[in-house]
């Protein structure tokens, strides 16, 4: 029997050893979820600061908003949920990438033969879980304590669906950027949640309506996704009378896609534009 009768070709030798770039990404992405649900300090407070925050100011903000018949919990029950999505999307992405670039796991990623796109996959699905989960307890938060209606009709539920995946899009694209910017893990927890909390008040997320804000304010929140994340999920959410309480006096679902889309495409030009695999300190 000679040799060529059991020799496999050789493009088949490489199909059984090499596995495929979906498997890579799948097992990265079953890392990344691992290691987030095994920190449980970081996995309570993720899912329970923007409880505490909708509770405290849902308490404070007891009264229906004045001529609308609307509670104005119900205004920041939407409005939260756009937070959380920031929240999970934004700043812990910008931070644990921080992280993973100081304690050299993005170094050590860059020198084994697994694709860059398998690293950001595994991202990806860790903030489309975190954020699922975080709007799922805010929903349910709201439905509870606040009569928040879920919406009946398939339109409402498509408009959530776009503005969520945009957000989530959006706002990843963003923290990977803001990832460069720390120089280390300790300075990426202020740097991050600095502009982020002031994006907080001038989008009205814990200001309801937005309308009582200053103007300059509200020129201000309208240039980042925050503001229309939140204008796009009260849409979904009250009823078509409160799109009165907003400073357009309707609710702008084709100018919430263009900033939310604008944004995806200013964040994938950030994220190549600045994206380091190394620190600084490594040259």
């Known amino acids: 029997m000679t040799a060529s009768t059991t020799e496999r070709p050789a493009p088949i030798e490489r199909a059984l050893r090499e596995p495929s770039v979906v498997s890579l990404c799948a ?17 309570i407070f993720t899912f329970a600061l923007p409880v505490v925050l909708l509770v405290l100011l849902g308490s404070i903000f007891d009264k229906q908003i004045a001529g609308s018949g609307i509670p104005a919990s119900q205004l920041l029950v939407a409005g939260m949920i756009a937070a ?41 699905v860790l903030v489309l879980v975190t954020a699922a989960a975080e709007v799922a307890i805010v929903l349910a938060v709201g439905m509870a304590f606040y009569d928040l209606p879920l919406p009946a009709d398939a339109t409402r539920w498509a408009t959530f669906t776009w503005i969520l995946l ?15 910017v720390p120089r280390s893990v300790r300075a990426a927890a202020p740097i991050v949640n600095l502009p ?33 994340m939140a204008q796009g999920f009260r849409s979904v959410f009250l009823p078509d009378s409160a799109a009165a309480m907003e400073p357009a006096g309707a609710w702008e679902h084709g100018r919430i896609a263009l900033v939310l889309g604008a944004w ?20």
């Not at 959380?84 to 992405?93: A, H, K, Y």
């Not at 945009?166 to 990832?179: D, K, P, Q, Y």
């Not at 994006?199 to 201000?220: D, E, K, M, N, Y």
């Open 27 to 43: 097992a990265r992405a079953g890392v990344e979820l691992r290691q987030f649900f095994r920190e449980r300090t970081a996995v």
């Open 84 to 124: 959380g999505i920031g929240s999970t999307c934004f700043v812990n992405l910008a931070t644990s990438i921080t992280s993973d670039r100081e304690d050299g796991t993005l170094k050590r990623l860059r020198g084994v033969p697994m694709p860059p796109i398998a690293y950001f996959a595994g991202k990806i």
């Open 166 to 180: 945009l957000g989530v899009i959006g706002c990843a694209l963003l923290g990977t950027a803001m990832s460069s």
């Open 196 to 228: 982020f909390l002031i994006l907080q008040f001038v989008s009205g997320i814990f200001i309801v309506p937005l309308t009582t804000l200053p103007a300059p304010l509200q020129q201000i929140g309208a240039l980042f996704p925050l503001k229309w």
């Open 264 to 283: 995806c495409l200013g964040g994938v030009i950030l994220c190549l534009t600045t994206f380091r695999w190394q620190g600084r300190k490594d040259g």
